[in-house]
């Protein structure tokens, strides 16, 4: 059984004598429910330690660390002192976006390919940054691989220890007014259903915000690409004699006719995205997803249509034919995708408008 303050339960048992022991019952029952669901969204609250250095909350300083990535991380290894979970964060930010802070200089010099790592590098750092900011806001102690690793050992060697403090035990409590014995084992039951449908949802909600990351991240590098590098998808050939290599772009002019609807599409891709990492709303997420969808399939369309390739730039013609076809197909496919993902989207948004509707007349 479980142990609860008795000022918790207060109004029940301020108004247990008005009431029929059914109504006690589920009072308890909803009560109890209540609690436990708290104790178990603030649980990896409670192991950050509640000292600072800094006049900030441990989670928000947690945050702060990633915001500018190793930068941000210095600032507050130096500046916080005293508490070891946001210090622990900080050389985790220093590590992580340094060493990809460096890679990319490294690499970004290398011809040719070195534009590719680079987006690469970029990719990997925004996703990064999501998640690690997410987490830490959370109050959780993400490990990146072998970056938490170091980071301990960082904080090691200044002098702190790096796991985090036991949380003080939590003031005695009095036993709370229990149930009939006959509902124990299904009152228990159903708290743990209760709990177990919140925990679900928290983490049904990580996930959603890291694909939006991934999302944002993908629409980002389409966006820069298609506007700056896409001459580089092409045929390239070799001259031995002069040491030189050349290359033929796949896409021709008509390119130009198709961007506006292109780069519409990514930044209403991007903004759609941010708004449900910020506001977690089931029918504006679905309304969202349908307008992205939307916009994806006539930019696919459109795409088609307008059809900017030319692969007669490569040599073999029966090669060429075959690549001609092989994308004609594939951005079918594509659009048939989008056509039937759009469909699926607009009768689920239509189905929870429809509940709403009829929960609020029935609250009403």
């Known amino acids: 059984m479980y142990n ?36 178990q969204l603030e649980q990896e609250r409670r192991r950050m330690s509640p000292e600072m250095t800094l006049n900030i909350a441990p989670n928000v300083a947690g945050l702060l660390c990633y915001l500018f990535g190793w930068v941000t991380g210095i600032i507050f290894l130096v500046l916080e002192q005293k508490n070891k979970w946001v210090r622990y964060h900080a050389a985790q930010s220093i590590v992580v976006f340094g060493t990809l802070w460096v890679a990319g200089m490294i690499l970004g010099w290398i011809p040719f390919i070195g534009v590719a790592f680079s987006v690469i590098i970029g990719l990997v750092g925004f996703i990064l940054w999501i998640v690690l900011m997410v987490k830490a806001y959370n109050g959780e102690r993400y490990k990146v691989a072998w970056a938490g690793d170091i980071a301990e050992q960082m904080v090691v060697s200044s002098g702190t220890i790096p796991d985090y403090q ?3 035990a ?41 694909a939006s990351a991934f999302a944002i991240a993908w629409s980002i590098v389409l966006l ?123 009768i689920k948004l239509l189905v929870s408008i429809v509940r709403a509707v009829v929960k609020s007349a029935d609250a009403a």
């Open 4 to 39: 609860y303050r008795k000022s918790d339960f207060a109004a029940t048992e301020v108004t247990s004598m008005e009431l029929s022991p059914e109504e006690r019952r589920k009072i308890y029952e909803e009560e109890k429910a209540r609690l436990e669901a708290r104790e």
């Open 166 to 168: 036991k949380p003080p």
């Open 170 to 210: 939590p003031p005695e409590r009095k036993e709370a007014p229990q149930p009939p014995p006959s509902a124990g084992i299904d009152l228990d039951e159903r708290i743990n259903k209760r709990v177990d449908d919140f925990l679900r949802r928290r983490n049904r909600r990580e996930g959603r915000i890291t």
């Open 224 to 346: 820069v690409f298609f506007n700056f590098f896409y001459q580089y998808a092409a045929y390239y050939t070799y001259d031995t004699t002069l040491g030189t290599l050349s290359r033929e772009s796949f896409f021709t002019n008509k390119i130009g006719d198709w961007l506006p609807i292109l780069n519409t599409t990514l930044a209403i891709s991007i903004i759609s995205h941010i708004v449900m990492i910020i506001l977690d709303r089931d029918i504006l997420r679905q309304a969202l997803h349908v307008i992205i969808d939307g916009f994806g399939l006539a930019t696919v369309i459109t795409l088609l249509v307008v059809f900017p390739f030319d692969f007669n730039v490569i040599p073999n013609s029966v090669v060429a034919a075959a690549t001609n076809t092989g994308v004609t197909v594939v951005l079918i496919c594509i659009a048939v995708g989008f056509g039937i993902s759009l469909l699926v989207r607009v």
